[in-house]
């Protein structure tokens, strides 16, 4: 059996200037931006209570926060969450964005790491 759980939350901000953004967070979540950083659509900032991810990401539907579910099987987990309810929605790279019965979006993303 998978194993599955809540990884992080990514703030998805409709924004030209994804720093500000990045940086209005980090000072209204007391979290320091982490240095470097591979997707230049993502700003990661330091780990959050309990240790949980939490991502800028810089995108073009309207700004809101989305949760990330981790798995050690993506499809797996894909097939719980529908037979919960939850609709598919699209691949992106390696994770599925999915939509909850009561219209939340959430994405499904491989594990990394512990």
């Known amino acids: 059996m998978h194993k599955s759980g809540l990884v ?5 901000c409709n924004t030209e200037d994804l720093d500000a953004a990045a940086q209005f967070w980090s000072e209204a ?32 539907h309207p700004s809101r926060v989305h949760l990330d579910i981790e798995s050690t099987d993506v499809e797996a987990e894909v097939q719980r969450l ?6 598919p929605v699209s691949q992106v ?20 790491g512990d």
Not at 8 to 12: E, K, N, S, Y
Not at 45 to 58: T, Y
Not at 94 to 108: I, K, S
């Open 82 to 87: 529908e037979r919960l309810g939850a609709k």
């Open 8 to 12: 992080g939350f990514i703030i998805d």
């Open 29 to 60: 979540l007391r979290l320091p931006l982490e240095e470097g950083g591979g997707d230049p659509g993502y700003r990661k900032l330091a780990k959050g209570p309990g240790g949980l991810n939490i991502e800028v990401q810089q995108v073009d």
């Open 93 to 112: 790279r390696d994770w599925v964005v999915m939509e909850a019965p009561t219209g939340q979006r959430f994405c499904v993303v491989p594990a990394r």
